[in-house]
């Protein structure tokens, strides 16, 4: 689907990857579940193509998804790094967001990547910035080679995830006709997903129900149109919840009539911010984002606020701003 596009490069990585009898899949910080799918996809495809090289997967773990959905990240000691080595680097559009800076030491460097190309760091690099998910572009990588190395059901069921969670379950904008043929494609693998990821991704415990009400209650609606909820250090410690999960339910707030814009915002006590995760139904919100040292897609990005008091008032001024205009 996009192989025309990235024809050359395609030929290229494949030519790495057989070149290099080590090779490590990185990712962004603070995976989602495109992060994980698109960098679990893509090692369960080399690790089944490929059965007689050294392949690892690097990152922090995360509370978000449970290990049914995805495996714990592997522990790879210093020495595999001293090594000569492969490094493949999925669904981060710079390096700063790069989870394990040891990617710095591989002899080639590969970005496959759907946000804006703020910087093109790889040796090689394919990015689409209009697709719905990275693991979109895997999936078309991997469905380019698969007469010769085939793409397995886990594979399949790893890049499937990445599709629809970036994609918010194909409810935004960017999930198009080729994220649907993708999709297909991957089903035609023996995905099933009701049973192999669905009922894994929407598992939930009594602290999640507890965490919904708090954010139920504590939503505080503009007449700008806008729709957030605040969580402070104290709220995370009283819910028994660490802040990775603080965007757990932002989709409550995402189909509300007259709420065009919504985020949450969730301390980082050890660093001294707070994380503020926004979305739209179709306003950019890319540049308020990256106004407050963020960025991302157009109806989805991240940013981040030293002073609550102080930058919290203008970035709502920003962002009703952006309604506004939309209107006029």
């Known amino acids: 689907m996009y192989e025309k596009e990235f024809k050359k490069e395609y030929k290229l990585i494949l030519k790495a990857i057989k070149e290099y009898d080590n090779i490590c899949v990185f990712r962004h910080q603070r995976p989602d579940g495109d992060a994980f799918g698109t960098q679990m996809g893509l090692v369960t495809w080399l690790k089944d193509n490929f059965p007689n090289k050294t392949i690892h997967y690097v990152g922090n773990n995360t509370s978000t998804y449970g290990e049914d959905l995805f495996p714990y990240m592997e522990v790879v000691e210093d020495d595999f790094f001293e090594k000569d080595f492969l490094a493949i680097i999925v669904d981060t559009g710079n390096t700063k967001r790069i989870d394990d800076d040891r990617w710095q030491?591989?002899?080639?460097?590969?970005?496959?990547?759907?946000?804006?190309?703020?910087?093109?760091?790889?040796?090689?690099?394919?990015?689409?910035?209009e697709i719905a998910a990275c693991a979109e572009l895997i999936a078309d990588f991997c469905f380019y080679y698969?007469?010769?190395?085939?793409?397995?059901k886990l594979a399949a069921t790893y890049l499937a995830t990445g599709i629809i969670t970036d994609s918010g379950r194909f409810q935004f904008e960017s999930a198009n006709d080729v994220t649907f043929k993708t999709f297909a494609k991957l089903l035609e693998c023996g995905v099933l997903p009701f049973k192999d990821i669905y009922l894994k991704l929407y598992a939930k415990d009594i602290s999640s129900l507890v965490f919904q009400k708090f954010a139920l209650n504590n939503m505080v609606f503009t007449e700008g149109g806008l729709a957030y909820y605040i969580l402070k250090q104290k709220d995370l410690d009283e819910l028994g919840i660490d802040n990775e999960r603080g965007k757990e339910h932002l989709s409550l707030m995402s189909n509300i009539n007259g709420v065009e814009i919504w985020f949450c915002i969730t301390e980082i006590s050890e660093k001294n911010e707070f994380r503020v995760s926004i979305r739209s139904k179709l306003i950019d919100i890319s540049g308020v984002a990256s106004k407050y040292r963020g960025g991302g897609h157009k109806q989805a990005s991240g940013a981040t606020l030293y002073n609550l008091e102080e930058e919290l008032p203008l970035m709502i001024k920003d962002l009703e701003e952006l309604i506004k205009n939309e209107v006029r």
């Open 146 to 152: 698969s007469k010769k190395y085939p793409v397995s």
């Open 105 to 129: 030491k591989a002899k080639l460097k590969v970005k496959f990547d759907h946000h804006p190309p703020v910087e093109q760091y790889g040796d090689i690099n394919v990015v689409a910035n």
